[in-house]
């Protein structure tokens, strides 16, 4: 009967202890996550199916522990509508409570750009909120850093915007 309650317990012990590990694995030596955020985006190719823009992402570091960046997967979301993804294979290193510009492309299609068009004309708006969210993979380890960070685009001065 002893032996059957050590079972029992055995098991979600070991679980647990996975999944600290795993969370452990995934930000490493980095207390927090990095913070990415847009500081620009241009128009680069407009084509009738699929339209490329160009991002200068903004990459805070806020550890002290220099983040060493081989490439990353993104997309961005515009008024909480996925508009554009993308992936960079670009490598540089952060460092430690330190932020880099990076600059990177991204791709839409007409569906997407459409659908803002579309909303924006909809509603009277002096800005567009954003989401950028994806993960970052690490220079020589398996693990990689996700990051999230939502902000808002004002395109037009807020007296423009009122009828």
Do not use: W
């Not at 980095?30 to 913070?35: A, F, V």
């Not at 952060?94 to 991204?106: F, H, M, Q, S």
């Not at 509603?123 to 990051?147: D, H, I, Q, T």
Request: charged residues 20%; glycine residues 6%; proline residues 7%.
């Amino acid at each position: 009967m002893h032996n059957r309650y050590r079972q029992f317990y055995r098991y979600p012990i070991l679980a647990l202890l996975i999944a600290l590990l795993g969370a452990c694995a995934t930000l490493g030596p980095y207390k927090e996550p990095p913070r990415v955020s847009l500081a620009s985006i241009q128009p680069k190719q407009m084509g009738l199916l699929e339209q490329r823009y160009g991002l200068q992402l903004r990459i805070l570091n806020p550890n002290d522990t220099a983040i060493p960046l081989e490439g990353l997967s993104y997309t961005l979301e515009i008024n909480g509508r996925e508009f554009a993804y993308g992936v960079s294979r670009q490598s540089v290193s952060i460092p430690a409570y330190g932020e880099a510009l990076l600059d990177v492309d991204v791709v839409s299609n007409l569906l997407n750009v459409l659908q803002q068009v579309q909303e924006m004309g909809a509603e009277k708006r002096s800005s567009l909120n954003y989401r950028l969210s994806g993960k970052m993979n690490l220079a020589s380890r398996v693990a990689s850093l996700p990051f999230d960070y939502q902000g808002e685009l004002n395109y037009l001065p807020a007296d423009a915007a009122a009828p």
